[in-house]
């Protein structure tokens, strides 16, 4: 499975792994829409691919999200994401039963107090029909305030349905706390449940656990056919009658442990209290609702050593609540997130822009192109408009006019203009147009020499076929000057 860390997993913003066992991960996430912090435990190997166990999880997510106990630790969501299932549980600033044992060992009535709690929430459970199956130290919260709370009901069994989140035909829990018939794939009852309890109450009483064996098949084989040390022969200081209790937890027989988990509980506190269960009568056992108030009651606070070693443990978690710290931490992941993202994208947004750019260039270029023959249409016109000129003035220098020479001069200068490659053609639009006047039969060669010129018609801006500043680049207009100049004078 992937690393969830710094990523989202449908709404929820993973922070951190807080826990991780043989078939979850638990992270601690962030939920902006409730502005609070969750665990979401994600299932492995879950096979969100098939639609079997998709059902089957989303029934029993449902089931257990349902129920609601002071001491069960709430769900209070579950969901898919690609191929991961989740639930999404509250966050607890508390250790484990195991964070305890590991700081130091609890006494009778320490253990009495917590198996108070669990056995509450488990005869709870059992009466809406949900079987645990994996009790054991690491799904057990401790508050701050030295409270029980059962979590982990991932590996429940509906009763009356077969419903697992395992393989068909696989032994479902942990096997160094699995009950007998657990093992050997037989029906599981709420007793299964208590045999469970009765390891892990073993394990708080003496330190180690029953069975203790290399190989978790081997332990599993352990708790079919072999019996465990007695309890006191590992720690003397045990009372028989705490011995009692946990002997009749683990009975390899169902039908021979307590029937419910409040009973057992019931005779451990009247254990740690020094009576004996065996000098309680049945008759006088209270049952039911009426015995978990009673437990309650006795037990409703923690002892002062087991709170000082819950604090303990619960301030190495990180808050329940969402700190400035947190926040600012939040605030750096999605900055970060978005970073990643924009990283993703970059290269594709470049390409697009590169793409965009060429295609801008290559429109610049065609257009650019059809100014050119535009312009280089409108200087032929202006070419052939010259000349037409040149004709006209060279008509009028033959019937001997002599303002043609002007005009003449004029339209010299402008074709000097474009003589030169690469030159642009600077047309005036004051060009003169020279009208030949038709010398009379009876004028003499005298007159004319003496008179002045005959007055030309010289209109300052006459209409004219070329058109006004017209300048482009004329490249063949060297081509046109030597044709020109066989007519120039």
Same mark, same amino acid.
């Given at each position: 499975?992937?690393?969830?860390?710094?990523?989202?997993?449908?709404?929820?913003?993973?922070?951190?792994?807080?826990?991780?066992?043989?078939?979850?991960?638990?992270?601690?996430?962030?939920?902006?829409?409730?502005?609070?912090?969750?665990?979401?435990?994600?299932?492995?190997?879950?096979?969100?691919?098939?639609?079997?166990?998709? #059902?089957?999880?989303?029934?029993?997510?449902?089931?257990?999200?349902?129920?609601?106990?002071?001491?069960?630790?709430?769900?209070?969501?579950?969901?898919?994401?690609?191929?991961?299932?989740?639930?999404? /549980?509250?966050?607890?600033?508390?250790?484990?039963?195991?964070?305890?044992?590991?700081?130091?060992?609890?006494?009778?009535?320490?253990?009495? $107090?917590?198996?108070?709690?669990?056995?509450?929430?488990?005869?709870?459970?059992?009466?809406?029909?949900?079987?645990?199956?994996?009790?054991?130290?690491?799904?057990?919260?401790?508050?701050?305030?030295?409270?029980?709370?059962?979590?982990?009901?991932?590996?429940?069994?509906?009763?009356?349905?077969?419903?697992?989140?395992?393989?068909?035909?696989?032994?479902?829990?942990?096997?160094?706390?699995?009950?007998?018939?657990?093992?050997?794939?037989?029906?599981?009852?709420?007793?299964?449940?208590?045999?469970?309890?009765?390891?892990?109450?073993?394990?708080?009483?003496?330190?180690?656990?029953?069975?203790?064996?290399?190989?978790?098949?081997?332990?599993?084989?352990?708790?079919?056919?072999?019996?465990?040390?007695?309890?006191?022969? @590992?720690?003397?200081?045990?009372?028989?009658?705490?011995?009692?209790?946990?002997?009749?937890?683990?009975?390899?027989?169902?039908?021979?442990?307590?029937?419910?988990?409040?009973?057992?509980?019931?005779?451990?506190?009247?254990?740690?209290?020094?009576? $004996?269960?065996?000098?309680?009568?049945?008759?006088?056992?209270?049952?039911? $609702?009426?015995?978990?108030?009673?437990?309650?009651?006795?037990?409703?606070?923690?002892?002062?050593?087991?709170?000082?070693?819950?604090?303990?443990?619960?301030?190495?978690?990180?808050?329940?609540?969402?700190?400035?710290?947190?926040?600012?931490?939040?605030?750096?992941?999605?900055?970060?997130?978005?970073?990643?993202?924009?990283?993703?994208?970059?290269?594709?947004?470049?390409?697009?822009?590169?793409?965009?750019?060429?295609?801008? /260039?290559?429109? /610049?270029? @065609? #257009?650019?192109?059809?100014?050119?023959?535009?312009?280089?249409?409108?200087?032929?016109?202006?070419?052939?408009?010259?000349?037409?000129?040149?004709?006209?003035?060279?008509?009028? /220098?033959?019937?001997?006019?002599?303002?043609?020479?002007?005009?003449?001069?004029?339209?010299?200068?402008?074709?000097?203009?474009?003589?030169?490659?690469? $030159?642009?053609?600077?047309?005036?639009?004051?060009?003169?147009?020279?009208?030949?006047?038709?010398?009379?039969?009876?004028?003499?060669?005298?007159?004319?020499?003496?008179?002045?010129?005959?007055?030309?018609?010289?209109?300052?801006?006459?209409?004219?076929?070329?058109?006004?500043?017209?300048?482009?680049?004329?490249?063949?207009?060297?081509?046109?000057?030597?044709?020109?100049?066989?007519?120039?004078?």
């Amino acid at each position: 499975m992937r690393e969830l860390s710094d990523h989202k997993l449908g709404p929820y913003h993973i922070l951190e792994p807080i826990g991780r066992g043989g078939m979850a991960i638990i992270y601690r996430a962030y939920h902006p829409a409730t502005d609070r912090l969750v665990a979401v435990k994600v299932l492995l190997d879950s096979r969100a691919d098939d639609p079997q166990i998709v #059902r089957r999880f989303e029934h029993e997510a449902r089931v257990i999200a349902g129920l609601e106990h002071r001491n069960i630790v709430p769900v209070y969501d579950f969901g898919r994401e690609a191929e991961l299932l989740y639930l999404v /549980m509250r966050y607890l600033r508390a250790g484990t039963v195991s964070d305890l044992l590991r700081r130091r060992s609890l006494t009778p009535t320490d253990a009495a $107090s917590i198996l108070n709690d669990v056995a509450a929430a488990l005869d709870y459970a059992h009466t809406q029909g949900v079987i645990h199956r994996d009790i054991k130290p690491n799904n057990i919260l401790v508050d701050a305030g030295g409270h029980a709370n059962l979590t982990d009901f991932g590996l429940a069994k509906v009763i009356g349905e077969s419903l697992d989140l395992t393989r068909t035909g696989t032994s479902i829990g942990t096997p160094a706390y699995m009950a007998p018939e657990q093992v050997a794939g037989e029906p599981v009852s709420p007793r299964t449940d208590i045999y469970a309890l009765g390891v892990m109450l073993y394990e708080m009483a003496t330190g180690v656990l029953p069975f203790v064996s290399d190989s978790p098949m081997a332990v599993a084989i352990m708790h079919l056919n072999d019996t465990p040390r007695q309890p006191r022969e @590992v720690n003397p200081m045990l009372s028989q009658a705490v011995e009692q209790v946990i002997e009749r937890a683990m009975s390899r027989q169902p039908e021979r442990r307590y029937a419910t988990a409040g009973e057992m509980a019931h005779a451990l506190a009247q254990a740690a209290d020094g009576a $004996s269960p065996a000098m309680i009568n049945n008759e006088d056992r209270p049952h039911g $609702s009426e015995q978990t108030t009673l437990m309650s009651l006795a037990l409703e606070k923690p002892t002062l050593q087991l709170s000082e070693l819950a604090r303990e443990v619960a301030e190495t978690r990180s808050p329940e609540e969402i700190t400035p710290e947190i926040r600012r931490a939040l605030k750096r992941k999605q900055q970060e997130r978005r970073r990643r993202k924009l990283l993703v994208f970059a290269p594709w947004a470049a390409a697009a822009t590169l793409v965009i750019a060429l295609v801008v /260039m290559l429109v /610049m270029v @065609v #257009r650019s192109s059809a100014d050119s023959r535009a312009s280089a249409a409108a200087t032929a016109t202006a070419v052939n408009g010259l000349i037409v000129q040149l004709a006209d003035a060279q008509t009028a /220098m033959a019937g001997g006019n002599v303002g043609a020479q002007a005009t003449l001069a004029q339209l010299q200068t402008q074709i000097a203009g474009i003589s030169t490659p690469g $030159s642009t053609l600077a047309v005036s639009p004051t060009v003169v147009r020279v009208t030949p006047t038709p010398l009379s039969e009876s004028t003499s060669t005298s007159a004319i020499a003496t008179q002045p010129p005959p007055a030309t018609s010289v209109p300052v801006r006459p209409t004219s076929i070329i058109p006004p500043a017209v300048r482009t680049q004329v490249p063949d207009v060297p081509k046109i000057v030597p044709t020109l100049s066989g007519i120039l004078p």
